[in-house]
């Protein structure tokens, strides 16, 4: 009996060998998927990491570009601020230098242009000299 329970405690170890070489094979093809899946996630990371650099940069560029618009949209609208004052400044008196010469009189410029009457009736002095 004894050499029943030997040969059977030598086909458990055999068996528990044979059972433990295949966890050790499969622990180590874990070992390197996982190996092979960190390779792959640093090659990942780094290209996410260019990635994120050249966004930041253009980014940059776009703010600076941005901000270039900017300074050129408020000159413009500067411009067109200085340009909307002198027609406002000077259109009342071309208005009524207009009027003078079709021979309106100091209360009509006075009235319709704006003018003081100073003004009025200087332009009426300067419309008959000329």
Not at 6 to 30: C, D
Not at 49 to 59: D, M, P, T
């Amino acid at each position: 009996m004894t050499a029943i329970l030997l040969s059977v405690l030598a086909v458990l170890a055999a068996t528990t060998l044979i059972y433990q070489g295949y966890r050790l094979r499969q622990a180590r093809l874990s070992v390197a998927e996982l190996s092979y899946d960190t390779g792959n996630l640093r090659e990942r990371l780094q290209q996410l990491e260019q990635e994120i650099g050249a966004l930041c940069s253009a980014s940059m560029g776009a703010g600076e570009h941005v901000v270039r618009l900017e300074q050129q949209v408020q000159r413009i609208v500067e411009r067109q601020n200085r340009q909307d004052m002198r027609v406002t400044v000077e259109r009342p008196y071309s208005q009524a230098s207009q009027l003078a010469t079709r021979g309106a009189d100091i209360d009509e410029l006075v009235e319709s242009c704006g003018l003081t009457r100073g003004e009025a009736e200087l332009l009426i002095m300067m419309q008959r000299a000329s």
